[in-house]
């Protein structure tokens, strides 16, 4: 069963864009999802994400897909049942089995990686994403 617990809408206050998103508590976790509606360099964008955390808010996947101007990236991060990341189905061996959680930054073209709680930004560390 579904439970949603919030949603939000908000806008960027640098450049012009929006973004929309539902929390929901699941069985098992808990599920974001949202779209961002933005310009980044002069080029229109519109990305559609998903996040899965188990109970303990650790991240167990996530999803990224869309338009950026002229392509349409999909990006699928996974932690597999031993616990490693896997990127688009590749097993990612820079990111130890004890990182719990990404962000990804869209300009850079980047996911992070954290080990230990959520806001454990002084160990991130970058892993390139294909373009």
């Not at 508590?25 to 360099?41: E, H, N, R, W, Y």
């Not at 962000?103 to 806001?119: A, I, K």
């Amino acid at each position: 069963m579904t439970r949603k617990m919030a949603s939000i809408l908000w806008r960027r206050l640098d450049v012009e864009g929006h973004d929309a998103c539902l929390l929901s508590q699941t069985d098992d976790g808990f599920s974001l999802k949202g779209q961002a509606i933005f310009v980044q360099d002069g080029t229109p964008c519109c990305l559609a994400y998903e996040a899965i955390c188990d109970a303990g808010w650790r991240t167990r996947s996530a999803r990224v897909e869309g338009v950026l101007g002229m392509r349409s990236p999909h990006y699928e991060i996974e932690r597999d049942s031993d616990c490693r990341w896997m990127l688009n189905g590749e097993p990612q061996h820079a990111a130890p089995a004890s990182s719990t959680s990404i962000s990804v930054s869209r300009r850079r073209r980047t996911w992070w990686r954290s080990t230990g709680s959520l806001s454990a930004s002084a160990r991130r560390r970058p892993l390139r994403l294909p373009t």
